[in-house]
């Protein structure tokens, strides 16, 4: 084991490399937990939660927590949310299309995607499809993916697009973007045969899937002293790791508060789903808990009224070559440490009071940290933060570590903040 503080970096890499969709997110954590001696529950079963460990799985999205001997049920909770899924290229209902003799498969882009980081990379498939199974409703989900280099989007040539170098790269994500796997020269499959192949499942039973293209580059530390992660994913791949290695880490066993993590899908469309920020999973699991432990709901508003959320997504890092679009007091350094965001009209969830809770976690774990507004004349992005407080009331502050590159299919961060949030966030359960 090396002890240049980049350790967690690598386990980093491990756990983005082995999560191409957010349904693999959750069988990585999973797999982690189920290691740590956790016990995987099901929503549609009573729970009669003794002190142990415990998490549930809803789609792409997953809790975990862990309750103490000494825990009360009206106690409160120690929170850490972060988002499972990331911006990509989802693959349409009807996906197989031919372009000028090329074979190809029609996309949605999903998010805010930075369009052109998705041009030129060898790219893989991944996701989720559910297959028929015994009687008229009856389905099984399949989880599938395809590391081997099998589809593409190639970029228009310069020379038949000399506008490029005076109006920039303009992209439509209907015409521009549907990647490409064959010719059909002696290869006519489609998209349920290839995938079908892949699971060993024929293709008309497949009936429906999750399913979306990732980059097939590994994760990797980049530069002369090796400070920086390039990975894709980070955003939001990286709170979720850090999250689960606070959750698990060795002195669980001192803790008084039954502590929580909450990892959410589709926090890139906006987290309104089932298993969204905005939806009722979090707080389900919390008032479950407290049931559990023998309270009922007015216990549930004072267990709230108790309790903290961490809120982590990333954040954005001065840009050397962009300076001037970062507000100017408020620079943020990769390898500074983790960032605590604040925005007046709450597009984060930060209160000063949460604000003092955090800053003083760091300080106890003996870790920097940063503070971040945006500029006042740009708008300002969001995270699962304010979705969180505003649909429980549970006191909120966003965090996140500093990157650069948000949304590329292929992201920048310091290979020393993995660790530096890790042990701010443990210190935060402690
Ligand atoms: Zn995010």
């Known amino acids: 084991m090396t002890t240049d503080g980049k350790d967690e970096a690598r386990a980093l890499a491990a756990f983005i490399d082995a999560s191409p969709s957010p349904f693999h997110a959750c069988a990585t954590a999973a797999a982690k937990l189920d290691g740590a001696g956790y016990g995987r529950l099901r929503e549609n079963e009573r729970w009669a939660l003794t002190p142990g460990s415990y998490y549930v799985v809803r789609g792409g999205s ?5 309750i103490p001997s000494a825990a009360q049920a009206a106690g409160g909770f120690r929170i850490l949310g972060a988002h499972t899924d990331s ?6 209902p009807r996906p197989d299309v031919k372009s000028a003799g090329i074979r190809q498969l029609g996309v949605e882009i999903y998010g805010g995607v930075l369009l052109n980081s998705w041009l030129n990379r060898d790219l893989g498939l991944s ?3 559910w297959v028929r199974d015994d009687g008229p409703t ?3 989900e399949h989880l599938f993916r395809i590391d081997r280099p099998l589809l593409c989007v190639p970029q228009l040539a310069i020379h038949l697009n000399r506008e490029i170098k005076t109006d920039g790269l303009r992209l439509d994500a209907q015409q521009h973007m549907a990647p490409m796997w064959g010719t059909g020269r002696g290869d006519e499959r489609g998209f349920l045969d290839v995938v079908g192949a892949e699971i060993d ?5 497949i009936i429906s899937w999750d399913a979306m293209c990732h980059d097939l580059a590994p994760s990797s530390l980049l530069g002369t002293g090796e400070e920086f992660l390039a990975a894709p994913r980070l955003d939001n791949l990286c709170s979720c790791h850090c999250s689960l290695e606070a959750l698990t880490a060795d002195d669980a066993a001192s803790r008084t508060h039954v502590s929580v993590v909450s990892l959410f899908d589709h926090e890139e469309v906006g987290s309104g789903s089932a298993s969204g920020a905005r939806g009722p999973l979090l707080g389900d699991v919390i008032e479950r808990i407290v049931l559990s432990l023998g309270g009922d709901r007015e216990d549930y508003h004072c267990a709230i ?9 990333m954040a954005h890092a001065t840009h050397p070559n962009y300076v001037e679009v970062h507000e100017p007091n408020h620079h943020l350094a990769i390898n500074g ?3 605590i965001k604040l925005n007046a009209n709450q597009s984060y969830a930060t209160e000063s009071e949460t604000e003092a809770v955090f800053q003083r976690a760091c300080e106890a774990a003996d870790v920097p940290y940063q503070k971040w507004v945006n500029r006042t004349d740009l708008a300002c992005g969001s995270t699962i933060g304010p979705a969180t407080a505003a649909r429980l009331g549970v006191r909120t502050v966003d965090v996140g570590n500093p990157q650069l590159s948000m949304h590329s299919a292929r992201e920048i961060c310091g290979s020393h903040d993995p660790g530096f949030l890790v042990r701010a966030m443990t210190r935060f359960l402690d």
């Open 62 to 66: 997953l809790v975990a927590w862990t």
């Open 87 to 92: 911006p990509n290229l989802r693959i349409k």
């Open 127 to 129: 996701g989720r499809v």
């Open 138 to 140: 009856e389905r099984r």
């Open 201 to 205: 499942v024929a293709p008309d039973e």
């Open 305 to 313: 009224a108790e309790s903290i959320c961490v809120s982590a997504d």
């Open 337 to 339: 440490g983790p960032v």
